[in-house]
């Protein structure tokens, strides 16, 4: 009796626990939202002890079990192969949501700017990318023209006298207002210090102060960017077919006790956070505020 007790624990026993062990492992799988590999090889393993259990008990056949067996193996390389090409999958839309958000944010960053031009030339913002390119393309504004530093002292009593019609105290170092008017005045004292200070009011073609700030430059160069052109800002970077940005406008928006012009330019991102996932909608700006504050900041 013994001896026949001991047969069949050794014939069964490793199935068992192999067939034990793919309940359990398919049970924790599930329980905490394993992948489909993990599940997958749980179920070979329960296939694989239940496939013993059978062999041992001569229910099924040696050829069976190894067609099953062979069967559940190009499962596995399949599921194997579908998981790694999921990763890649994965690793290529994080890489191309994070190039799409650098480049959003750059664009609308851009627009933002061209528009904040805009309104203090015009006093109010640009209704569109037409308007927008034109104003760009054409408009002049107004840059001052600095050289020089302000001196780091008082005034000369000499200097307060051809400034001022008082006797007021000179206790506080010279302002850049005071340097600017007594310049303006031709440097009345011939103040040395004042011999190469400037500070002008010169209209400049916008496009051409844009186009030459290092910043923006520096800024083309870190994204990998090409030698600027208007009409990009236009699109929404990345999406295929192009979609454009939309600008909203009112002029007369009465905000604070004062009237006051607003705007808001808006699209959905190309790609989304997640695989699947809604694109969002990003953008600048309110229509019923004085803030351009970005969707991002």
């Given at each position: 009796?013994?001896?026949?007790?001991?047969?069949?624990?050794?014939?069964?026993?490793?199935?068992?626990?192999i067939a034990i062990l793919g309940?359990?492992?398919?049970?924790?799988?599930?329980?905490?939202?394993?992948?489909?590999?993990?599940?997958?090889?749980?179920?070979?393993?329960?296939?694989?002890?239940?496939?013993?259990?059978?062999?041992?008990?001569?229910?099924?056949?040696?050829?069976?079990?190894?067609?099953?067996?062979?069967?559940?193996?190009?499962?596995?390389?399949?599921?194997?192969?579908?998981?790694?090409?999921?990763?890649?999958?994965?690793?290529?839309?994080?890489?191309?949501?994070?190039?799409?958000?650098?480049?959003?944010?750059?664009?609308?960053?851009?627009?933002?700017?061209?528009?904040?031009?805009?309104?203090?030339?015009?006093?109010?913002?640009?209704?569109?990318?037409?308007?927008?390119?034109?104003?760009?393309?054409?408009?002049?504004?107004?840059?001052?023209?600095?050289?020089?530093?302000?001196?780091?002292?008082?005034l000369t009593t000499k200097e307060?006298?051809?400034?001022?019609?008082?006797?007021?105290?000179?206790?506080?170092?010279?302002?850049?207002?005071?340097?600017?008017?007594?310049?303006?005045?031709?440097?009345?004292?011939?103040?040395?210090?004042?011999?190469?200070?400037?500070?002008?009011?010169?209209?400049?073609?916008?496009?051409?102060?844009?186009?030459?700030?290092?910043?923006?430059?520096?800024?083309?160069?870190?994204?990998?960017?090409?030698?600027?052109?208007?009409?990009?800002?236009?699109?929404?970077?990345?999406?295929?077919?192009?979609?454009?940005?939309?600008?909203?406008?009112?002029?007369?928006?009465?905000?604070?006790?004062?009237?006051?012009?607003?705007?808001?330019?808006?699209?959905?991102?190309?790609?989304?956070?997640?695989?699947?996932?809604?694109?969002?909608?990003?953008?600048?700006?309110?229509?019923?505020?004085?803030?351009?504050?970005?969707?991002?900041?």
């Amino acid at each position: 009796m013994n001896n026949q007790f001991s047969v069949i624990i050794k014939r069964y026993l490793v199935a068992a626990i192999i067939a034990i062990l793919g309940i359990v492992m398919i049970v924790i799988g599930l329980q905490t939202e394993q992948d489909s590999l993990f599940l997958m090889s749980a179920v070979n393993l329960l296939i694989g002890g239940v496939l013993a259990l059978l062999f041992s008990a001569g229910i099924l056949g040696r050829n069976i079990v190894l067609g099953i067996g062979v069967i559940c193996i190009v499962a596995t390389l399949f599921m194997w192969n579908q998981s790694i090409k999921a990763v890649q999958n994965t690793i290529k839309h994080e890489k191309a949501y994070a190039k799409s958000e650098l480049l959003y944010q750059y664009t609308l960053t851009q627009i933002r700017d061209i528009q904040r031009a805009y309104r203090v030339k015009n006093g109010v913002y640009a209704p569109n990318f037409d308007a927008l390119k034109e104003f760009f393309e054409n408009d002049k504004v107004q840059k001052i023209e600095s050289v020089g530093s302000v001196p780091s002292r008082k005034l000369t009593t000499k200097e307060r006298d051809v400034l001022y019609d008082d006797k007021r105290a000179l206790d506080q170092n010279m302002t850049e207002q005071e340097a600017a008017k007594l310049v303006y005045m031709g440097n009345p004292t011939n103040s040395a210090d004042l011999a190469n200070f400037k500070r002008d009011t010169v209209m400049v073609n916008y496009k051409d102060e844009y186009l030459s700030s290092r910043t923006r430059q520096r800024l083309r160069e870190t994204l990998n960017l090409g030698a600027f052109d208007i009409n990009e800002l236009r699109y929404i970077p990345m999406t295929n077919p192009k979609e454009e940005w939309t600008i909203e406008t009112r002029d007369e928006v009465v905000y604070l006790a004062d009237t006051i012009p607003t705007v808001h330019v808006y699209g959905k991102q190309a790609i989304p956070r997640f695989e699947g996932g809604e694109r969002k909608i990003v953008g600048f700006g309110n229509l019923n505020t004085n803030s351009d504050k970005g969707t991002w900041e």
